[in-house]
């Protein structure tokens, strides 16, 4: 066997991987938010007939002489550069810039640990921003994968709102049906044992009726003995709490005695949600009270190589090796900005780091050292919420593929010809063996 027949085989192992890319881009010509890949090709390994030399005072130098052994794919890369945009449902979202929806399952944001920046790459990178509200009021996407972003916890005495650090799916918050005095319009005490407005709610010239009111996230310990847990109009629990503080959807006492239990409320119904195409910030109004409120930022992942994400499947990317770190980011620098609360539960003015002012405080730095703050200032670097500079949405709109189809068809002319050379090549091998073969007879 001659060299050129191996060296034609790679070839045509090269231009078939070539096609297959162009035919996986051609396919996608209409998946939304689908980035093109082009195939790189190297020359392949080289055998040494005669090693080169560099002369002497009397000689001349020689070249280097090498034989090829064909071509190979180097590489398939990915562009990630935006197209177009399509219009759609006016809950959809669009990225205009560079970054990534985050979105997971509801039992990822149980391993984002900010003293492990690598915990965030368990969520996975999207450019389709295909949204919509469940029946359990999360915000997913059309394969029901929970946005995830940071949620409203409530309302300062002023009237702004309380954002939490936590990195949780987004989703609506809870409405729950109370006694409220008709004049005040404050929630009157219900009796533990009646279910029903207690004594002061019978006194003479007090009127009372039911009425709907927004009951916010509340942050639950799920660690040791210590500190509670209460939304944000009443704070995260004291200084003595454990490991694992999260949030949790506001809940009602159903019986009375050992036989109480929990259960979630119903989610409120929103009406006219909307997307801020500056912050990320989602709104909507109440369609019980007709309150307008805030239901949180989206969150924003921003890798250092946008080209070098991995496809996943379902127009899914990771932030794999070649991505470099992901950051967790806010559209608008609008984190500085918003209200939160410390570990106290006291409103501060500021996010810094994701799931930094709550949880990570009460890490357990070291085994036998439970309990022990972790200060903002011991958390990583990569922990830290930064801003996502000029990225911003653009609303009703979905990403078109940023595939050319006229660039793809002309590939695919040039690769078929390619692949005929390399057919062609295999062929005069063939029948020069078989005229050396010949020669016996």
Partial sequence: MTGAMYASIGGLKAHMSKLGVIGNNVANVNTQGYKTQRTIFRDSVYSMYRSGSDG??????????????????????????????????????????????????????????????????????????????????????????????????????????????????????????????????????????????????????????????????????????????????????????????????????????????????????????????????????????????????????????????????????SAGPGAGDLNITMMGGKAKELWTVDAQGNPVKGIHYVNGSIQSLYREENQGNQGDPVGENDLPEGSRLNSAGETRLMTGFLEAPNVDLATEISELITTQRGYQANTRIITVTDSMLEELVNMKR
């Avoid at 391993?111 to 368990?122: A, E, G, L, R």
């Avoid at 999360?138 to 409203?152: H, I, K, M, N």
């Avoid at 319009?185 to 927004?214: F, H, L, S």
């Fill in 56 to 317: 002497t005072q009397t000689v001349g130098g020689k070249n280097p002489s090498q034989l090829g052994y064909g071509s190979m794919v180097a590489s398939i890369d990915l562009d990630m550069s935006s197209a177009t945009y399509n219009p759609g449902n006016p809950t959809d979202c669009a990225i205009v810039g560079d970054g990534f929806f985050l979105v997971g399952n509801k039992d990822v944001a149980n391993v984002i640990d900010p003293t492990d920046p690598n915990s965030f790459k368990s969520l996975a990178l999207s450019r389709v921003g295909d949204f919509h509200q469940d029946a359990n009021g999360y915000f997913v996407d059309g394969t029901g994968q929970c946005l995830y972003g940071f949620l409203c916890v409530g309302v300062t005495p002023e009237g702004e709102p309380i954002i939490s650090d936590q990195l949780v799916p987004l989703r609506v918050p809870r409405m729950e049906n109370v006694p409220v005095d008709i004049e005040t319009g404050k929630e009157i005490p219900v009796d533990a044992t009646t279910g029903k407005p207690g004594a002061d709610a019978g006194e003479e010239g007090v009127k009372w009726e039911y009425r709907n009111v927004v009951r916010w996230p509340q942050y639950k310990n799920e660690g040791a003995a210590g500190g509670g847990g209460g939304g944000a109009g009443g704070g995260a629990g004291g200084a003595d709490a454990a490991v694992g503080i999260k949030l949790k959807d506001a809940e009602k006492t159903v019986g009375t005695g050992d036989t109480a239990t929990t259960e979630p409320l119903l989610p409120a119904t929103i009406d006219g949600i909307s997307f801020d195409e500056k912050t990320g910030c989602i709104s909507g109004t109440t369609k019980d009270t007709g309150e307008n409120i805030i239901i949180g930022y989206m969150a924003i992942g921003s890798v250092t190589n946008p080209n070098g994400v991995s496809h996943i499947g379902d127009s899914y990317y």
